[in-house]
Each structure stands twice: as structure tokens, then as C-alpha cells.
């Protein structure tokens, strides 16, 4: 065997750029040497360029591998980062060139660096082994030609690329078959299956090296493979999973296969328009069913980034499609039902184990994405400071937290980017450890927005804190409660912070082991058969893309779709009027399904639902209106002609109208990015908007059309709230679509034509225009410059929160007023109960009403319950309780049963210190000028003394105790 350094080899061949020899993707990792394994014998081959251009190849002649061509890839080409599995480029990929030098004085041993003539990567990164350790991994360093685990032996003959005198080697992920049940390993503690989940990962960490338990603190970790350990996987999953396709199977029903794509369902603001917790648990439940079979098929993961509770406080914020609602008690509701679902499963379903972890997201006071030009102050999520009051944050920023904790019992929450009144987010030990471990007793692990503690807002915080350091700024994360990275962040500087004394190896264990201890509780490590969820006989292709989740996201569009206006009952319609089907949104498929969205397929656009639906001679034809390109950049969008720049398109739309007996016209904005990104109809993560009206010439169009045809209906597809005031009273009848899912173009034909009749409510409060011009986006403060959200807001909406109405009427009456007189101390008492118990237990504070639908159709019905307090502090309304009545008849009437939650009561003043008061209350159920007609309003009489709930000051002074500790 001759070991020399690297020459120049010649031109590598042309060949398939993407079919595998190996598993495309998979991590290369280092094992003991063995020359008789193809998935560790090498080429070095120069491209034009010599040394400077090199990549390094699989041998062909190994078994399996001489079809194609694989190559060391950098993957994402960052510090801290492992390269990768994926084919060779014909020509050369940047992220496969690698600069090869002869290190001097080392007897030909070599460096291997990501190529320094490619200025898009970083420079001076080199390949190492992350340690010693078989299964460990390869990874990628600042190089250091002293480090002998940078220094490479080449054996031109074999192939084989070693370090450590030959000991191991750089393998392209050779499985190692370990199994819990055999010697030594059965032996081990972390294979125990009597011990809990959290004694099996203390076990773990103490047979892991600091390099291997701080490897496994990220996102992208590799698990431990030497022991068997497989990485735990993280995904998105707002509305359904965000993955590929899996496996297809046949239906009777649907005549054919299904696509074994995830379902993707109407959007967390729509859903909360729903007002049915019952859905909202089915649909938690559906989705984790789904993302348990993904990742059986290998397409997924096992921990999803999903619901996000932030609060839909400004109607610029660009994410606002991704939560419930404007309203905190309304957003804990929702993800108590939802997370739940997912976590827990259905009645019928395992306990014993998670079916998925569910990640509450993004905590804290966080609402802003990149606001330019909003009314004077500028907000940038990554650098953002959000000063908020004690008040503010204790009575509106925290409680759907509080929520998620106590009540979902959430095993993951993940910081936001921005800082807090100076303190990073993912930095933060008041709200992580004070909060969300000692005061809510929170019992799962925090995983940092994707980025966020090497953003801005914590850069600038270590700069003036932490001497401007990243190993600093990493054990701040840390020593905060940020036990997850996002990133690279930690595996570039987390053992560099250990050696140099910021954290302890201690330190490191706790962290391991509060992410550790939930991968125990999915499953890990257990014998076939032992967890139901990982049999993927049982969660599998049959359980994805079934016709019930299609039916399931159908009905679900159709419950959050909200009635604005019904002008002399223009609706429904009748199939025997002929129709003009207009608007930029009348044949958008991908518009209709949100952001953060899987490989969706097939989605209904509403041109392909009216045309399948109504006799062909119904309609008298279709246009856009607003005429533009399609956009390139998202197959399947209609981003511009949603931004209605060009009305050269308006003449064939009313020529149409005018036509018709009805015109039906799809307005409204577009989700995710655009063919152009500075498109006023995008709202989308990263990108605020920076109108609240319908973006162009839509506003015109909508004129055009009912100055052509008066009997026009407005559908509205769309996130944030809109304020359409100049236009309501020009139509015949609006219809809030929301963004409605796979299935939406169904249900709005359902909705319009009568199959199923309108009973969602607002979440959110639609303003006038004048909001813009009223005050900053990024004014954190609830009740300056005229207030925000329908609890604080002092102006008059366009439409209020909980508005809605429906093609029946319905009559409130409290008939019963239970027990209308309680005390704090019971309020007090009955706090814990109601999270336990996710509101379903009865509070000292009761109240019945009496529903009865007075109109002539079939038609669900949603009760609000509000409280309205006289004391000082109180927010103009609060909900207290929600509702929804299914399918009731005319004349028919139902009891309904209201329970008084304990934290509504609670005041809060100036110092962020929340109690219990007594007074008078003021209950109201219902809202005016909505299906019900009119509110219904009773009394509540709290007697006895103040009982403090929480205090903030107190928990900063136990903070700045247990912080000096460190």
C-alpha cells in the first residue's frame, strides 16, 4: 500500500447528477477503516482548476454503486455543519469543490477545505472528524492544519480517507444494525425500558462525549449512531405536515389511488373562526396521524414546529395567518384542543406514548416581520427591541402561554428572534426559567427560532453584555433556557464556551436531557410492536391523504367561513341563476392554502369547483379582471394579478357581469412570496404589509363590477384583517373565505349555493384605513393611540371581532343564571382545575343560554360569552367562553352552558402584579348586528378580598437571584 499526498488527477467524467449510489442525503459519519467498504473508498478528481477544484467521489466498483455517482457535499457549506451524501455534478456543484493541500512536516498528510474560490461560502472551512468515536461525524471547522483531526491520510490504492494513524475513516453512512436487545447495549441504561424517559437520557449523556451531546443540541443532529440512537427530526405542520408525498393507496371511494400527500386544512385564523374545539382537537389529531406516517415512510419528522399562539395584534403583521386570533384567552383555547390532539392522539388512541412532539411557537412578544415605512418606527424581526409593560405583558402577551403550559401541556416551545425591553428572546431567563419552569412548571425543552441567537437583537445584546463573544453568546442561550438550536450556533461555540468556563459540562447534561428525555416518550429505542405509532401497518400510507382527512378539511373550510353581508338575502344562491365568475383569485389553486404547506395535491380552485358543480349553460364565463403574468416563481399563484396593477381587464369583467344574473367576484391577497417581492398583496414571514385596504385596483374592480351587475357577491381569500369600508355597501354580499385549504374551493360552492350554511365569527377586528396613519406597527402598547384588538380598541370597526352572520336567524336568552355570586378565593381555587382540565370542568361562576334558531334554515350557530369589567385597568371586553351549536333547526332550541374562567377575573396593574378582585361584572353573551341580532347581558357580583394571582417584580427579583447564581 502506497500512501501519498493528493495529485492532480484529470477531468472527471460526465455522469447522472442525481442518481444515488448510497442514500442521497445521509450524513457522512467516521468508522473504523475497512477497505472492503465501498462506502468508504474515495476518488479525489480534479475539475479544470487542479487542486483548487476538487471533488471527492465514490469509487465505482463497489457493490451497489456502479450506476451512479456520488459525492462529499458541504450541504449548507457552514461551520458546524455535516456534509453530506448527494450526486455528483456533471460539472461541478461549489458545494462539492474542496481545495486539497500537503500539510508540511506530517509525511503527506493533507487539508481538505471548502473550495476558497468560491465566494459564496465561507472561507477557511475545513473537513474534520468531530472526534475519536466510531459513528462519529464528519463535520466542518475553521481549519487548523495543527488539529490531527483535520489531518487526512490518502490511500490512493484503497481509497480510504483516515485519520488517527489509519484508525478511522470518512464513511458515507454504512448502517450499523445496533439493537437495545443485544449485548452490551441491552445492558446500558438508556436501553432500560423500565426506567423513565428522563433517567434513559441522563444515562445517554453520561456515555456521550461533550462534542456528542452538544452535536445533538441542534436542529440538524445525527443522533448518536454508535449507540443506536437515532436524530431526532423536526418538521412543520401550522395547518398540515410540511413534506414530501409518501406511498399511494387505493381507495374504492375516490375510484383510484390517493396522492399520499399530507392534507393541508384551512389556516389557524381560520380555524379559530370556527369557534369548535372540537374541531379543532379532530384536526390536531388528523394531522399528527398523517405526520406519524410520513415519518414511518421516512418523508417526515417527529417533532413539528407547530401551532403558533402569537397574537394577531397589528393587521399589517405578515404571519397573522398563522394564529387563531387577535384574542389571548381565544389563542390558550386553541392550542390546549389542538396540541392536545396532536400530543396525546384520539380517545381511541395509545397514552403512553407522544404520537408527535408539539412545539409552541414563537415566545415572546413577538408580532412584526419587517415593517418599513410603517408610521414612523421600523420593524425588523431579527433586530427588533419590543418594549412592552409589565402590564401589557402579564395581562395580554403572556396568558395563551400560560395556556399552552398548564393546559396543552406542550413538550416543546421555541423563542422568537426579536428582544424584549433590551434582552434577547432566546436569552432570556425571566420568561424561560422563571416563567415558563418555576412559575407555570413547564417540563419540555425550548428550541430557538431558526437563526435566533446569532441575530441581531441578541448580537447587539452580547455586544454590550457579553464582550461581544459567541461562545458567550451561545452559554447565555443556554444559561437562559434555550435548550435547542435552530442552527449551527451551538456546535460552533458551545465547546469552546465549556473549556473556557461560561457553562459547565453539567449545564450541558441538564440541556441534553430536557431534549433527550422527549425522544424516550415518542418511542425511541422500544421493540417492534411495543408503540403503536411506529407501526406503519397501522400509521402508515393507508393513513395519509384518506378521504375522511379530505372531508375533514372540507367541512373545516366551510365551519370558519364568516357572512360579513347579506344585502336582502342575496344569498343563497339558486343553480338556476347564471353566474360571472370573476376576480384575480376565481382559478387559484396554491393561493388558497396559506404558508408553510407540504407537497399539497390536488387543490380545488373555486373555476374548477363552480364548473364541475353548476350545468355548463350556468355560467356565462370567466376573468380575471386585474390582468398580469402568471407567477413563475410559485407555480400556481396568481400573485400578480392579485397585486391589480393592470386594469386593462376590467371591460371583459363587466361585460361578464352584466351578463349574469350574479356576479361572484374572488378578491383578496396572496400568502408566501411573490413574482414580486415588494407586492402590496403579500403577507407572508419576513414581509409585513404596508396596507391594510385590498391591494391595486382591486377596490376599483369591485366597483366596476357591482356599478355592472348590483347582485355581486365578494369572496374575500385572504390572512389579515382588511379594511374594506369604502366598498361594503356597494355589494350584494360579502363572504370571508380566509385562506380555506386544499379543499376551499368546495366549500365556498357549498356555502354560496346554500349546501351549508355560514356560521364562523371574526377573530380578529377589521379596522378603517385610518389605523395606518393612527400609530407605529411597531408600538407595542394595547391601548395608545386609540387602542388595538376589540379589547382595547376605542374606535369603530368595520366589522367588530366575533362578528358573523348566517342564512338563518337566531334569539339569546339567559334563562338560568346558575351562580351569579361567587368569591375570589373560589375563583382562586378553581385556576389550576381549569387548565387540568381544558375548561371542560365547572366554575363557581355559571351561566346558561337559551338558543333558539328563529329564521327557516339548517344552520350552526356560535355563542359568545364576554366580560366586561367597571373596576380600573380592565380591558374594554374580554371573552370568556365560546360555543357552537350544530345543524340546528328551524325552531329549534338548545341549552347552553357557560363556565366563567378564574383568569378573566384577574386585574393587572402598572407593575405587571395580576390578582383577583371582587366588583361587578357585566356578562354579555353574543354581538350586536350579528345572526343573534342583538347581546344578552346578565351580572356577575365577585365578593371577598384582592388574591394576588402572579406577580412579575417578584418573579424578576427571584431571576436576578437565581442569574448572579450562575
Known amino acids: 500500500v502506497v500512501v501519498v499526498a493528493v495529485a492532480f488527477l484529470g477531468i472527471m467524467s460526465s455522469m447522472s447528477s442525481f442518481s444515488y449510489a448510497f442514500d442521497g442525503g445521509v450524513n457522512f459519519q467516521m468508522l473504523k477503516c475497512n477497505e472492503t467498504n465501498g462506502r468508504q473508498r474515495f476518488n479525489i478528481t480534479g475539475l479544470p482548476g487542479g487542486m483548487e477544484n476538487t471533488t471527492i467521489m465514490f469509487r465505482k466498483g463497489c457493490a451497489g454503486c456502479d450506476t451512479a455517482n456520488d459525492c462529499i457535499d458541504c450541504h449548507n457549506c457552514r461551520i458546524g455543519d455535516v456534509p453530506h451524501v448527494w450526486g455528483c455534478s456533471p460539472t461541478g456543484s461549489a458545494n462539492q469543490w474542496y481545495t486539497v493541500t500537503n500539510i508540511p512536516g506530517t509525511n503527506g498528510l493533507i487539508s481538505i477545505a471548502l473550495n476558497v474560490n468560491d465566494v459564496n461560502k465561507l472561507k477557511n472551512v475545513c473537513l474534520a472528524a468531530n472526534e475519536l468515536n466510531q459513528a462519529a461525524e464528519l463535520s466542518q471547522v475553521v481549519c487548523n492544519t495543527s488539529d490531527p483531526l483535520q489531518q487526512w491520510k490518502y490511500d490512493t490504492d484503497t481509497g480510504l480517507l483516515s485519520v488517527n494513524n489509519g484508525e478511522f475513516c470518512i464513511d458515507g453512512g454504512t448502517p450499523l444494525n445496533i439493537s437495545c436487545d443485544a449485548p452490551p447495549y441491552s445492558t446500558y441504561g438508556y436501553c432500560n425500558r423500565s426506567l423513565s424517559a428522563v433517567q434513559r437520557a441522563q444515562d445517554l449523556a453520561s456515555r456521550l462525549s461533550l462534542k456528542e451531546k452538544i452535536a445533538n443540541l441542534d436542529n440538524q443532529n445525527p443522533g448518536v449512531p454508535r449507540l443506536g440512537v437515532p436524530p431526532l427530526q423536526f418538521s412543520e405542520a401550522l395547518h398540515g405536515v410540511v413534506s414530501g408525498c409518501g406511498a399511494t393507496t387505493y381507495y374504492p371511494e375516490m375510484n383510484g389511488n390517493n396522492t399520499g400527500c399530507p392534507t393541508s386544512f384551512p389556516h389557524a385564523l381560520a380555524l379559530g373562526s370556527t369557534f369548535n374545539a372540537t374541531l379543532w382537537r379532530t384536526v390536531g389529531e388528523t394531522i399528527s396521524t398523517e405526520a406519524r406516517s410520513l415519518h414511518n415512510q421516512g418523508v417526515s419528522g417527529i417533532a413539528y414546529w407547530a401551532p403558533d399562539i402569537n397574537l394577531f395584534r397589528d393587521p399589517r403583521w405578515g404571519r397573522g395567518q398563522e394564529v387563531p386570533s387577535e384574542d389571548p384567552f381565544l389563542n390558550g383555547e386553541y392550542i390546549m384542543h389542538w396540541s392536545r390532539g396532536m400530543q396525546e392522539g384520539g380517545p381511541e388512541e395509545n397514552k403512553e406514548w407522544l404520537k408527535v412532539v408539539s412545539t409552541a411557537k414563537h415566545f415572546h412578544d413577538y408580532d412584526c416581520e419587517n415593517c418599513r415605512g410603517c408610521n414612523q418606527i421600523d420593524c425588523d424581526r431579527g433586530n427588533f427591541d419590543a418594549q412592552v409593560s409589565d402590564k401589557d405583558q402579564v395581562e395580554y402577551y403572556w396568558p395563551a402561554w400560560r395556556a399552552a403550559v398548564e393546559g396543552a401541556h406542550i413538550q416543546s416551545i421555541m423563542c422568537s428572534y426579536n428582544a424584549v425591553n433590551g434582552v434577547p428572546s432566546c436569552g432570556n431567563s425571566l420568561s424561560m426559567q422563571e416563567v415558563l419552569r418555576n412559575q407555570w412548571q413547564f417540563d419540555g425543552f425550548v428550541v430557538s427560532d431558526c437563526g435566533a441567537i446569532a441575530d441581531g437583537a441578541f448580537t447587539r445584546y452580547a455586544l454590550r453584555h457579553l464582550d461581544a463573544l459567541p461562545r458567550k453568546q451561545a452559554a447565555q442561550a443556554i444559561k437562559a ?127 374548477q369547483a363552480f364548473t364541475s358543480a353548476l350545468p355548463a349553460n350556468s355560467i356565462v364565463g370567466h376573468a380575471t379582471g386585474c390582468t398580469a403574468p402568471d407567477d413563475t416563481k410559485t407555480p400556481g399563484s396568481n400573485s400578480g394579478r392579485l397585486d391589480c396593477t393592470n386594469t386593462s381587464g376590467f371591460n371583459e369583467a363587466t361585460k361578464l357581469a352584466a351578463a349574469a344574473d350574479v356576479a361572484i367576484l374572488f378578491v383578496g391577497l396572496c400568502p408566501g412570496q411573490t413574482q414580486n417581492p415588494h407586492s402590496d398583496a403579500r403577507e407572508d414571514e419576513g414581509w409585513d404589509r404596508r396596507r391594510t385596504d385590498l391591494p391595486g385596483h382591486q377596490e376599483d374592480l369591485i366597483r366596476a363590477v357591482t356599478a355592472a351587475n348590483p347582485n355581486t357577491i365578494v369572496v374575500l381569500i385572504h390572512g389579515a384583517p382588511l379594511s374594506i369600508e369604502d366598498v361594503v355597501n356597494d355589494t350584494a354580499a360579502i363572504v370571508d373565505a380566509h385562506y380555506p385549504g386544499e379543499r376551499g374551493g368546495e366549500a365556498i360552492f357549498n356555502i354560496l349555493y346554500g349546501e351549508s350554511s355560514p356560521a364562523g365569527r371574526l377573530t380578529t377586528t377589521y379596522y378603517p384605513k385610518t389605523i395606518m396613519t393612527a400609530r407605529p406597527m411597531a408600538d407595542m402598547s394595547l391601548e395608545n393611540n386609540g387602542g388595538l384588538t376589540y379589547r382595547y380598541y376605542k374606535g369603530t370597526p368595520v366589522f367588530p371581532f366575533g362578528f358573523g352572520l348566517s342564512y338563518s336567524t337566531f334569539k339569546f336568552e339567559i334563562i338560568e343564571e346558575g351562580r351569579t355570586t361567587v368569591t375570589t378565593a373560589d375563583m382562586h381555587a378553581f385556576s389550576a382545575k381549569y387548565y387540568q382540565d381544558i375548561g371542560l370542568s365547572r366554575s363557581p361562576a355559571e351561566y346558561t343560554v337559551n338558543v333558539t334558531n328563529t329564521g327557516n334554515v339548517v344552520s350552526d350557530v356560535v355563542v359568545l360569552g364576554f366580560l366586561k369589567g367597571t373596576g380600573k385597568g380592565n380591558p374594554i371586553q374580554e371573552l370568556f367562553g365560546y360555543d357552537r351549536e350544530g345543524a340546528m333547526k328551524p325552531g329549534e332550541s338548545r341549552m347552553v352552558h357557560f363556565s366563567v374562567p378564574p383568569q378573566v377575573l384577574s386585574v393587572v396593574d402598572e407593575l405587571g402584579t395580576e390578582t383577583i378582585q371582587p366588583g361587578e361584572y357585566e356578562v354579555a353573551f353574543g354581538v350586536d348586528g350579528a345572526a343573534e341580532g342583538i347581546q344578552v347581558k346578565s351580572k356577575l357580583h365577585v365578593t371577598g378580598e384582592p388574591i394576588e394571582v402572579f406577580s412579575l417584580s417578584k418573579s424578576r427579583m427571584n431571576d436576578a437571584t437565581r442569574v448572579s447564581d450562575y
Open 481 to 607: 433556557g434555550c435548550d435547542l438550536n435552530c442552527g449551527s450556533y451551538y456546535a460552533a461555540h458551545l465547546v469552546d464556551a465549556v473549556e473556557a468556563g461560561d457553562l459547565s459540562e453539567q449545564d450541558i447534561d441538564n440541556t441534553f436531557v430536557r431534549v433527550w428525555s422527549k425522544a424516550f416518550r415518542l418511542g425511541y429505542l422500544e421493540p417492534n410492536g411495543t408503540v403503536p405509532y411506529a407501526d406503519i401497518a397501522l400509521y402508515g400510507p393507508q393513513t395519509v391523504d384518506t378521504p375522511s382527512h379530505r372531508d375533514l378539511s372540507r367541512s373545516a373550510s366551510e365551519q370558519s367561513m364568516v357572512l360579513l353581508r347579506n344585502n336582502n338575502n342575496a344569498l343563497p344562491l339558486t343553480k338556476t341563476k347564471t353566474v360571472a365568475l370573476l376576480g384575480p383569485h376565481v382559478n387559484s389553486t396554491i393561493d388558497l392554502i396559506s404558508i408553510y404547506h407540504g407537497d399539497v395535491r390536488p387543490i380545488i380552485s373555486p373555476l
